[in-house]
């Protein structure tokens, strides 16, 4: 499977919990420090996850978000941008209105200076029909088979995932997943992780039998070993990690320190038989915006010129 080693993060300017957001993402939580207060602490995880990602030899390219507008969580890069192995750049629809000035040309005009951009494709234009499809949120690709994984929840709309899916060449697999209280999980990136040959899956969450069957059979077929997570589990972020790789090859599994400290050693041993573990702190930014490494990071495909 095809396995990123740059990665693109968004250095916060306003950082703080997005009311917007919360209508539909529950792993947020109400916080009790001023956004001043907030901001600083993420900046501070921020800045040290960029550290550690570097200090392991991960290319990391680090934009400064823009003071105006305000934008709460520009930290989450992967929701409105993502590339393919094949030279492709995607713009997705955001569900909150007061994301969408997140997506910028400076950040379209570097990587096309940079990197091989065969072409680019916008998606924005549903966000007018109130139709979403939150980029590797959403989607959970698989771009060697050819395969996308994706749980339904209003910020991924199926009409468009599967126009999306249709005309980039693969095959959607879309499945429910609901939470502890038995709501929509927001993002399939909570759910699950693909790696070259194992699959963080909270099989919990999937409610119907025959769609945990279907996503089951589909990666035992495709030689992914499944390791299952609870839903107490995927509420520690435990299914919201990234494997990368570093300048020298070596496989690593991003998560944050929440996600490694609810695994238990089963989970761990057979994990660390396929990539080092690269646990990261991030709790500020994991209890205002309900989101943690994974989505902190947008993969870059693309060949450098």
């Known amino acids: 499977m095809a396995i990123a080693s740059s990665i693109l993060m968004i250095r916060p300017a306003a950082f703080t919990a997005n009311a917007e957001t919360a209508a539909n993402n529950y792993f947020q939580s109400s916080v009790k420090e001023n956004p001043k207060e907030i901001q600083l602490k993420a900046v501070g995880e921020f800045d040290q996850m960029v550290h550690t990602l570097q200090e392991n030899d991960i290319e990391v390219i680090v934009f400064d978000d823009t003071p105006e507008p305000v934008k709460p969580s520009a930290i989450f890069p992967n929701n409105w941008l993502s590339t393919s192995p094949n030279g492709m750049v995607f713009i997705y629809p ?79 697999i879309v499945f429910v997943a609901t939470d502890k209280n038995g709501k929509l999980v927001y993002h399939s990136n909570v759910v699950m992780t693909l790696a070259d040959n194992f699959a963080i899956l909270c099989e919990e969450a999937i409610d ?9 059979q589909l ?45 238990i050693d089963e989970q761990k041993e057979k994990i660390s038989s396929y990539c080092k573990f690269l646990p990261i702190a991030v709790p500020t930014i994991e209890k205002a915006e309900g989101g943690s490494v994974r989505c902190m990071m947008a993969e870059i495909f693309l060949e450098k010129k």
């Open 94 to 172: 955001l569900f909150a209105a007061n994301r969408r000035a997140e997506k910028r040309e400076d950040i379209l005009k570097f990587l096309n200076e940079i990197f091989i951009v065969r072409d680019v494709q916008d998606w924005s234009e549903y966000e007018v029909e109130g139709k979403f499809l939150e980029g590797t949120g959403s989607m959970i690709f698989d771009h060697d088979n050819k395969v996308i994984y994706a749980c339904h929840s209003p910020r991924t709309d199926i009409s468009v995932l599967e126009k999306y899916a249709h005309a980039n060449g693969y095959r959607a």
């Open 219 to 263: 990666l035992d077929s495709s030689s992914h070993e499944v390791i299952p997570i609870s839903r107490k589990q995927m509420h520690a972020f435990a299914g919201n990690m990234l494997p990368v790789k570093n300048k020298r090859g070596e496989m690593y599994l991003v998560l944050s320190q929440t996600a490694f400290d609810s695994l």
């Open 208 to 216: 119907e039998e025959w769609e945990l069957i279907a996503v089951r």
